[in-house]
């Protein structure tokens, strides 16, 4: 099952129970913005939202494994990392890649593993800040990527930091 698949899963779950976004809010403890986010298909949910939107929804706890099977086969994103860094064009491309690198884990982990506030790391995720190449490099070794992936997230970011630097206006 990849992420799109598990995204529109989880959102049938929603409609057969009947529930609004805010409903299911109420019934999970996740804001509404959270829970539409973990049908979007963009992100994969962590695990404990995951978890949370199911037994809102009502499913019975002994088909959480099942649903954490899923789940798990979801975050193994079956395009290869390294051709997503090698044809970054953009900020947005850059998130995008490092999103599917640092799957599954939650923004939470993430934080614990680098010590770099979530905030930041949603920003580079999210491709909506771009990031000292030391920090981004301590995020990519705490991910576990490889030799390849670690290369190709600096050369993409040298792409990137070279291309909106030539694009800044003169002083």
Do not use: K, N
Request: contains cysteine; charged residues 25%; aromatic residues 6%.
């Amino acid at each position: 099952m990849d992420l799109e698949a598990f995204a529109g899963a989880l959102q049938r779950v929603r409609r057969q129970a009947g529930l609004t976004y805010r409903e299911l809010a109420d019934h999970a403890h996740y804001s509404h913005a959270h829970l539409v986010r973990a049908t979007s298909g963009r992100q994969l949910p962590s695990w404990d939202v995951t978890t949370a939107f199911l037994t809102g929804c009502g499913v019975p706890a002994e088909l959480l494994p099942v649903w954490r099977r899923y789940w798990e086969a979801a975050s193994r994103d079956p395009q290869d990392v390294v051709e997503l860094l090698q044809t970054a064009e953009t900020l947005e491309d850059l998130g995008a890649a490092l999103s599917a690198l640092a799957r599954p884990r939650s923004l939470r982990t993430l934080e614990r593993l680098t010590g770099i506030p979530r905030t930041t790391i949603q920003g580079w995720l999210q491709g909506s800040r771009l990031a000292r190449r030391d920090r981004l490099d301590h995020l990519v070794r705490a991910i576990g990527a490889t030799p390849d992936e670690r290369a190709a997230v600096a050369q993409a970011l040298d792409r990137l930091s070279s291309g909106r630097l030539r694009a800044a206006p003169a002083a």
